[in-house]
Structure formats: structure tokens, C-alpha cells
């Protein structure tokens, strides 16, 4: 599934392309056979175009896949080799703590010398100095030379290790901009030292802050609700989800949070992009989400609440009341609760709804109800005004006298106002569901 995170990043990209006239690179690194599907490459393409970035753009280029790439891996791997700044190396992890009496301690440069023509490929890092990131969101970055061991780039057999292949890569592809998540900031010395090692400028470098949950962890798919498509497949809009997105670390100036792409595109600078944390406030993208469901027009509100909707819908009965649905979800899966009594048969009672809607005096506010919807005008107002007199004779408020109403009529205590639902569900429906709850308290 697709990292809520990722998808950030991903805009950010996408965000930085379009404002440059340059170009967003989608590369699927599948060079690891257990991590690597058709089905979740096509799910990464899915959840991208869902959030806009989409291969039909012109800021769009890919997918490219890390595995068309092996023979200029293996150019790089032999050309670093030969120009001395990496070397071959047959140590197990045993033999380095045989040598330094430390399983933590890390390579200790025993093959640097050696000249060995087999083993596995070593880069072989500075002694002394320092490393220095310059990046667009942290500033400047000093990694001491002395703290980074000789890595290994390349396995015995030649194949590269995802340092060295996502370098080579990155200049294949003409890559200027790497806008990805803070936890690759401690690959990045590694990486800068090879792009020079091979001759290459290096790009610039931004590291986004960690997107972190309510306890301030950072969000971690086996404990928090992270994938994109499950926010997707739950009714979110996609443009709420973009615009909550970007305003993780980032934000437009100002008190002003809603906005259109359009608006924030020109406004966003990764140099104003804050490095602390980032809350992933699932009450405020739900908040925002309702904001973008209530400005829809109203046929395209209906339109996108269609997959939610019981079969068999009539697209002109939900027309005439999803102007009062519209303004009480923030998901769009909301929808099915609130309307589908209207589609139904009959309605589906949730236990708890009927206890709590049929008690005192349940059955005679239904009895004298159904008498006067029988003959009553049937518009909201006189659908009201019918079951308030039904209450005065009981000596209950409109409040107390409707719950039995609501639940004989929709299966459930909250909803949608009670009168319109009325109205659209019909009298004959109406009358009918009032007689089924009366057979029903008294079976």
C-alpha cells in the first residue's frame, strides 16, 4: 500500500516540477524479487493518479524500473574499482569482530591494500574531514569522514546494493532534485561521496521532516492508519487529501489552510519547508475533507457518492435530498448510513437504535403518527406539525416524540432531518414502515 508519507513526498515533487517546468520522476526500484509485484506497481501508479500526479502530464516521466539499469550498475561498480575508490573485500562479519573484538564496531579497512581480484566491492570513504550536505531544508549538514566505515556498493557477484543503484540512477535519469523523507538523510554522505567518486555533480539535496502520530511516534503501518488508498477507499476527496498533504511541514502564509493546488503551486518553496515533525491530525484532515465535500456542486456531489450507494439507487429520489446529506458528512462512506433506508426494502435495524427509539410511550406515538400520515399534507412542514400534536397528547416535545418515528422509518436514532426523509421516502412507504414497527413491538 502507499505510504501516506510517500505520497507528501511524492507531491512536494510534483509540486517542484511544476513550478520549474521540469519534470517528476517515477522510478520502481524492483531489483528486490520478494518486494516486487505487477499488482503493487500498478498500485503505486493508482494511488499517485488518484492525488493528481498522473502519467498523462506533461510534468510526468516513467515508470522507469532499477532493473533496466544492471549493465550501467555494473559499469559504475567497475569504474570506481579501477580508478582506486573502491576495492574488493572477502571479510565476513566475523572476521571484522574477530579483529576488533566488537560485533558493533564497524569495517576496519583490512582489504584496502590487498589488491584482491574476487569478493564483494568496498567504497573506500575519506580518513579525515568532513562531509558536507548542504540541504534546502536543513541547511547545512556535517557528517565526520571517520564515522563512515568502507560500505559496500556492490555484492561478489556483481550486483550493486541499493546506495550505488540508486546513485546511478539518479544520474541516468538527469536527476537535480531528490525530495524525499528525513530517514534517508544519514544515506545521503554515502551517496554524495559516490555522484563525485563517479564524476558527477551531486544534486540538491531537501530532507522532509517525519510525519508522526498523536503521540508524536513516527507513523508506522503496523500501528497506525497510514495507507493512502484506505483514506481513498473510505471517501475521501482527492483534492483535500492533497491540500491537507501539503501542509505537512510546509504551509502557504498566512491564516489561510483550504486551498486549491492551483493556489499553492506557485506559492511553495522547499526552503520554507519547517524540519521539525510533522502531526498527521486525522480530525483535521477529516474536518478538511468535509469543507471540500460541502463547496462540491451538487451533481458532482452526487456523482461521487454513487459507489457507496445500495444497488438499485434512484438517482432522482437521492437528487431531492442529498442537499441535506451533502452538508452533514466529512467522508463521502457516510453517505450509506444516511440514505440507504431510501433504497431499501425495508429498513435495517441496528439493535441498539431500536431499543433506544422504542420506549415509553413508542407504540401510541406510532399508532396516532400513522393515523394522520394516512391523511396528512405530506410536505416537511405538515409531516411536523402532525407528529408535534401527536406528542402534545402524550405530553412529550417534538425531540421525544420523533425518536420512535426516525428509527419505524430510517433503522437508525440519527440521520438525516426526519421530515424530509419523510417526504422522500413517500407516503406509502412511509405508512408501511410505521406498521411494520408497530407488528414488530408488539410481536
Partial sequence: MFHVGGARSALFNWALAEQSGGRFVLRIEDTDAARNRPEWTEGIISALAWIGIHEDSPFFEGPYFQSS????????????????????????????????????????????????????????????????????????????????????????????????????????????????AEEHLSNTPKQQLLWEALGVTPPVWAHLPVIVNEKRQKLSKRRDKVALESYRDEGYLPEAMVNYLMLLGWGPGGDREIMPWSEMVPLFRLEDVNPSSAFFDEKKLRAFNGEYIRALPLDDFIARCEPWLAPGWDREVFAGIAGLAQTRLAVLSEITANVDFLFLD?????????????????????????????????????????????????????????APVRVAITGRTVGLPLFESIEALGRERSVARLRAALTRLEG
Fill in 346 to 402: 425495508e429498513p435495517v435495524f441496528d439493535q441498539a437504535s431500536w431499543d433506544k427509539g422504542m420506549k415509553t410511550s413508542a407504540r401510541e406515538i406510532l399508532t396516532g403518527y400513522l393515523a394522520r400520515l394516512e391523511k396528512s399534507d405530506f410536505d416537511p412542514e405538515s409531516l411536523k406539525t402532525a407528529l408535534e400534536e401527536v406528542g402534545a397528547e402524550h405530553g412529550l416535545k417534538l425531540g421525544k416524540a420523533q
Fill in 69 to 180: 539499469y544492471e549493465e550501467q550498475h555494473r559499469e559504475a561498480v567497475a569504474k570506481l574499482v579501477a580508478a582506486g575508490r573502491a576495492y574488493r573485500c572477502t571479510c565476513t562479519r566475523d572476521d571484522v569482530k574477530a579483529r576488533t573484538g566488537s560485533e558493533h564496531r564497524g569495517y576496519d579497512g583490512f582489504c584496502r591494500e590487498r589488491g584482491l581480484a574476487e569478493g564483494a566491492v568496498r567504497f573506500r570513504t575519506p580518513d579525515e574531514g568532513v562531509t558536507v550536505v548542504d540541504d534546502l531544508v536543513r541547511g547545512r549538514v556535517e557528517f565526520p569522514n571517520d564515522a563512515m566505515e568502507d560500505f559496500v556498493v556492490a555484492r561478489a557477484d556483481g550486483s550493486p546494493l541499493f546506495a550505488l543503484a540508486n546513485v546511478v540512477d539518479d544520474i541516468e535519469m538527469r536527476i537535480s532534485h531528490v525530495v524525499r
